[in-house]
């Protein structure tokens, strides 16, 4: 990572087809160094090693700022929060992980052109978070094994990349939090887009 850093530096230089492979590069490489910390933390939080630093955390900053990073503006976000919203008790570093998660693969999933909506409910015991999306939904069959280690709902040539451990990493993390992690599929009555 820091040779390819390096050489960015001077990329200006380059022709432009090295600069390209140059980027590609460094892209590939922030993907595996993003692998291999999700294996290791998941691989901490299996032997019960991942140290949590729990709190109260405020929702609506995570939100805010997992969807600049993940989405920033090149989708539509649809927005249903309360304008007071009490905080969760939760891992701040931990919890804004989770979001990304779930609007990681809302985002893999969904037609470039379709919204992505982030919803907050809460009562007297509860606050749920919800990230909803409008893709293909996820089949029946595989909703049960969908929070599974290296399990993703769309496989072969056309599926988007990825390892199949966001969502059990996701799934892990709430339940580590005391919280719960859910599937809803299909989320909308559209045929065409019934999303999850």
Known sequence: NGGLEIALQSADNLPPAAR??????MNESARLTQFVQTILDVSRLEA????????????????????????GTRREVKWNL?????PVWADEIHYEQIIR???RNADKYSP?????????HFNASDISVEVADYGAGIAPEMQEKIFDRFQRGHNGESA????GLGLYFAKKL???????????????????????
């Open 160 to 163: 988007p990349p990825g390892w």
């Open 20 to 25: 390209r492979t140059l980027e590609a590069m």
């Open 82 to 86: 309360p304008s007071e919203i009490p």
């Open 48 to 71: 019960g090693r991942l140290t949590l630093n729990l709190g109260p955390v405020a929702v609506a900053p995570i939100l805010h700022r997992a969807v600049e990073v993940i989405l």
């Open 112 to 120: 470039p052109a379709a919204p992505i909506e982030i919803n907050v």
């Open 174 to 196: 709430t339940e580590a939090q005391g919280g719960t992690l859910t599937l809803h599929s299909p989320h909308w009555t559209k045929l065409d887009a019934p999303g999850s």
């Open 101 to 103: 998660n779930l609007l």
